[in-house]
């Protein structure tokens, strides 16, 4: 009996050890990773409000299809009221996003929205009062942009490329501008290169007493117009026409405008600077009602100008001249001052830094020093006389949140787990939310005080997606450095979940490589990562390595690939597969590479150029000669193609098709506005004319994300049956190392 017992009980436990090992052996899949599987769960339209003690957040009920904005105190973290919700608002159903007038007595709704290019978009929107619960249409039509002047009483709004200025007490619209016109005149919105490389669309700002508004007016008359089908399910295809300027060819003529509502005057402002040829990045006003900030840069982008405007009498004042060997990035962290002394950031001293200037450009302070870079800035507490910033200071791959005063002394760290932290400030800065998150812990929300850095309260986690990922078998994503070309180079590597050393794996490389990019970071999953594991759990090792010309590993790092995009980037790839080939658990006879955009044209010159360490490589929507792409992107890098001709074509994979010895998948969406298919296609004729067999596919009418619908599985289900087509485990060895030993005698 008692053995018959033990016996029983043995069986139990070997049925649960199975279960339990079949429970975590459970295979990702393509659908799982499509279908929002593994999706995190966040912080909708997260708003600090100006008491700093409440935030609001944006709350959808998807199965009554509403939406609240509902606000909650960061103390406690709990609820306090319904700001406002679309059921009370008899005029709409529901809003996808909102924004607050400065005072907070207003919110703008969006409730109806049109995708035009990346950033911008046409939209339907209402203005909700506060106090009255009063709801305002801005316009009847499809706007842009629409925002409030900070005294709430006005809204300004882009339509058919001209500006609109409505008064809500009374309705009444006024028209500020008359001669917009599609392909031709656009006013205080940008153009489409404008939006792309420089990241913005409303190019209008309201002064502080809500009397003036400045804005950019784009001439493109001139821009050479770019055409592009969309084929649609009507019997006839229709066309998609707009002004996209290609490197080396004609940009808009900018110019800068302000209109006085006092007056209902509109008159051109000028600098005391001749320019030709220029950009105006970014404009903004000063704490002074009557001066305005405007940044002017030359077409090359190695200079950078930040003008005074006074609005009153007309007169400019350039404060702060900068000039880089390479070029200068635009960002967004110009900060003024009660005092009108402003906060700038710049990789002047070689990494990119923090600087405090007085109002009329002489430097007070470099707040921030060391061989690291700060890579977002938060924000001042004028009153600590504290900057709050997040840098790589603890390594590249990592970010922290810091705070530290005006001055540059008692610089503190405020996170105290690796990983990548982001905070979301209070807006007296009493609080933030850090969000945190690394490669083996999905993101979670906390209240963090700002004096310390120390948890008050757990605000949301993942944890039951951390749980669900369990379940799978997966694999670590291992962090290292490789040396390559003189150069320790962040790596991952994710190795099989049963890997063996003593055995040979494919090895399948994925890189992005572009000027100031990092794809090797410390954080958690994204798609991609899970697609990386389903091809580990089939045996094969995936590898991402950071090359020479990527970011946060200061300015000459990362500025070395100047005027020879592809060259420098390319030769890291290969020498970095030639390393890892050579160790013992990798076969070097199957080695493949892909890459989407830039990294489409990275692994489409490493198979070509390196046809003796690549067997096969996937390009998705890749530029093939950067004479088809944009001016401001591509000029940054390369300056133009009429003064660096060889730039531009000794490192083009159209040029090198004839060294194409491997599988080759060329993918692209027909509806891409960003890198044309015209890269695709003028491809796919060179490799015709060379004699070379590849494969390809295009997505009907998808841009440069291609999605929707069906289309990522799609996608990825073809992808995977090319690699494992090309490197998978059916291949024969042994012919194929007789083969690559043949061709390299040859």
Not at 22 to 37: A, N, P, T, V
Not at 274 to 298: C, G, H
Not at 307 to 325: F, G, P, Q, R
Request: with cysteine; aromatic share 14%.
């Amino acid at each position: 009996m008692k053995h018959m017992q033990l016996r029983h009980f043995i069986a139990v436990i070997g049925f649960l050890t199975t279960t339990l090992v079949y429970c975590q052996d459970k295979q990702i899949s393509l659908e799982d990773i499509w279908s929002g599987s593994f999706r995190t769960e966040g912080m909708q339209a997260l708003h600090s409000m100006n008491n700093g003690k409440q935030y609001s957040v944006l709350n959808f009920d998807r199965q009554n299809g509403t939406s609240t904005i509902d606000i909650y105190d960061y103390k406690t973290l709990k609820k306090v009221k319904t700001l406002v919700s679309s059921e009370d608002i008899t005029e709409i159903q529901g809003f996808l996003d909102y924004s607050f007038s400065e005072d907070e007595s207003k919110i703008i709704l969006t409730t109806n929205s049109k995708p035009v290019f990346r950033r911008s978009t046409l939209g339907e929107f209402y203005i909700f009062d506060i106090a009255s619960k009063k709801v305002t249409k801005v316009a009847d039509d499809l706007v842009q942009e629409p925002t409030l002047s900070p005294d709430g009483t006005k809204v300004a709004y882009g339509f058919q490329n001209n500006l609109f200025v409505k008064e809500l007490a009374s309705g009444k619209v006024d028209q500020i501008t008359f001669d917009g016109e599609k392909n031709k005149i656009i006013n205080g919105i940008t153009d489409w290169v404008y939006e792309e490389e420089f990241s913005f669309v409303r190019a209008f700002d309201w002064n502080t007493d809500s009397n003036q508004i400045a804005f950019i007016r784009f001439d493109e008359t001139d821009v050479p117009e770019f055409s592009m089908d969309v084929f649609g399910s009507d019997l006839y295809q229709t066309q998609q026409v707009f002004k996209y300027p290609k490197a080396g060819e004609t940009n808009s003529k900018v110019s800068l405008f302000l209109y006085k509502l006092s007056s209902n005057k509109l008159q051109e402002l000028n600098v005391d600077k001749q320019y030709k040829d220029f950009y105006i990045p970014r404009l903004e006003w000063t704490k002074e009602s009557n001066v305005l900030s405007a940044q002017y840069m030359n077409r090359h982008q190695n200079e950078l100008d930040l003008w005074m405007i006074d609005t009153d009498n007309m007169s400019s004042n350039l404060v702060l001249a900068e000039k880089d060997k390479a070029y200068i990035d635009v960002t967004f962290n110009l900060t003024f001052l009660k005092d009108n002394s402003f906060i700038w950031t710049s990789e002047q001293d070689g990494f990119n830094h923090i600087y405090h200037y007085a109002k009329d450009g002489k430097l007070i302070d470099q707040v921030t020093k060391g061989n690291w870079e700060v890579t977002n800035y938060y924000g001042f507490n004028e009153k600590e006389n504290t900057i709050y910033y997040q840098s790589v200071e603890n390594g590249s791959i990592n970010r922290d949140v810091y705070s530290i005063k005006l001055n540059g002394k008692n610089k503190k760290r405020l996170t105290k787990t690796d990983g990548t932290n982001n905070a979301a400030f209070s807006a007296d800065f009493t609080y933030f939310i850090n969000t945190h998150s690394s490669a083996t812990s999905p993101q979670d929300y906390t209240l963090n005080s700002s004096t310390s850095g120390n948890v008050v309260k757990n605000i949301k986690d993942n944890d039951k997606l951390a749980k669900k990922v369990s379940g799978f078998v997966t694999s670590k994503k291992e962090f290292s450095t490789i040396n390559v070309n003189g150069n320790d180079l962040n790596m991952w590597m994710i190795k099989p979940a049963n890997f063996d050393a003593t055995k040979e794996y494919p090895l399948f490389m994925y890189q992005y490589s572009g000027p100031g990019s990092q794809q090797v970071a410390n954080r958690w999953n994204g798609a991609n990562d899970y697609w990386y594991q389903m091809l580990a759990q089939q045996g094969y090792i995936v590898a991402c390595v950071d090359g020479r010309g990527t970011g946060f590993k200061g300015a000459d790092f990362k500025k070395v690939t100047q005027n020879e995009l592809g060259k420098y980037e390319v030769d890291d790839q290969i020498s970095a597969a030639k390393k890892l080939g050579a160790r013992p658990y990798i076969d070097a006879a199957r080695i493949g590479i892909w890459g989407w955009s830039y990294g489409g044209f990275m692994s489409s010159n490493a198979l070509f150029k390196g046809n003796d360490v690549f067997k096969m490589a996937i390009a998705v929507a890749p530029v093939t000669s950067w004479r088809f792409y944009d001016t401001i992107y591509t000029e940054r890098y390369m300056m133009t193609p009429q003064e660096n001709p060889s730039g531009y074509d000794e490192n083009s994979p159209i040029n090198h098709v004839d060294k194409l010895e491997g599988d080759f998948l060329l993918i692209h969406g027909s509806g891409d506005d960003n890198v044309h298919l015209q890269n695709t296609m003028r491809m796919v004729e060179a490799l015709i004319q060379a004699d070379k067999q590849f494969e390809w596919m295009i997505y009907p009418d998808k841009n440069h994300g291609i999605y929707g619908g069906n289309t990522r599985l799609h996608l990825y289900r073809k992808m995977t049956n090319f690699i494992t087509t090309t490197l998978g485990d059916n291949l024969e060895k042994s012919e194929v190392k007789e083969e690559t030993t043949s061709t390299i005698n040859d």
